[in-house]
């Protein structure tokens, strides 16, 4: 079991929006402002897509972006395209032993 | 360019050792802290360990503390992770990561080394 937890799923049409959520405790998310997501897409390497909450790199569409609500973050991709289906985790720094926490992944499907 | 390449991943038995190898280019490697990030097939990522600019602070997963030991030559631009006492549930591709410096977040990370472990 994952120590932040993501919807094993979500779907939208392209154009739509989602939102996937990362839930955590007070000791990871909602102690830091250190949460950053990642894109993968199948046999791939992970690439960075937001960090500390809601930074974009360069290079990282504009539709990808992110946000922290309490001990959940939340990454909103808008103007769903098809290239977005992937695989996409959130992380977290952690004040436990285990300094940092991955969720299970969501898997995105473009319907 | 910031590249990252792994080696040493391999088939091995239950309880047997490896040391996987991660050659890094393109920066300072002694700047960076550095981290393992493994993921078993089909599964998701999961933190393995970090080790500091200097070598001197390692922090290790539970589930492989006291049997995996990492550690970094600053002169060779190389970090090693030293896998001991190995179960199948280690099996998975193992990611080197590199974080930013003053961040805590992975901005570059290698293409993986498959370790396998099976009887």
């Known amino acids: 079991q994952s120590a932040l937890t993501q919807p094993a799923s979500v779907s939208g049409s392209p154009g739509q929006s989602i939102t996937i959520s990362c839930t955590g405790t007070s000791s990871d998310i909602g102690g830091y402002n250190y949460v950053s997501w990642y894109q993968q897409h199948p046999d791939k390497v992970p690439k960075l897509m937001i960090y500390?909450?809601?930074n974009r790199p360069s290079g990282v569409s504009n539709r990808f972006s992110g946000s922290k609500s309490g001990n959940t973050a939340s990454l909103t991709i808008s103007g769903l395209q098809a290239e977005d289906e992937a695989d996409y985790y959130c992380?977290?720094?952690?004040?436990?032993?285990?300094?940092?926490?991955f969720g299970g992944g969501t898997k995105l499907t473009v319907l | 360019e910031v590249q990252l390449v792994e080696s040493g991943g391999g088939l091995l038995q239950p309880g047997g050792s490896l040391r996987l190898s991660c050659a890094a280019s393109?920066?300072?490697?002694?700047?960076?802290?550095m981290h393992w990030v493994r993921q078993a097939p089909g599964k998701g990522l999961v933190w393995v360990s970090r080790?500091?600019?200097?070598?001197?602070?390692?922090t290790y997963a539970d589930s492989v503390q006291g049997r995996f030991t990492i550690s970094r030559d600053n002169a060779k631009n190389t970090l090693y992770l030293q896998m001991n006492s190995l179960r199948a549930e280690d099996t998975a591709l193992y990611y080197c990561v590199r974080t930013k410096v003053g961040g805590y977040y992975f901005d570059y990370w290698g293409q993986g080394s498959l370790v396998t472990v099976s009887s």
């Open positions: 393109g920066f300072t490697f002694s700047s960076n802290w």
């Open positions: 992380t977290s720094y952690s004040s436990s032993t285990t300094v940092r926490v």
């Open positions: 080790i500091n600019p200097d070598g001197s602070v390692t």
């Open positions: 500390d909450v809601s």
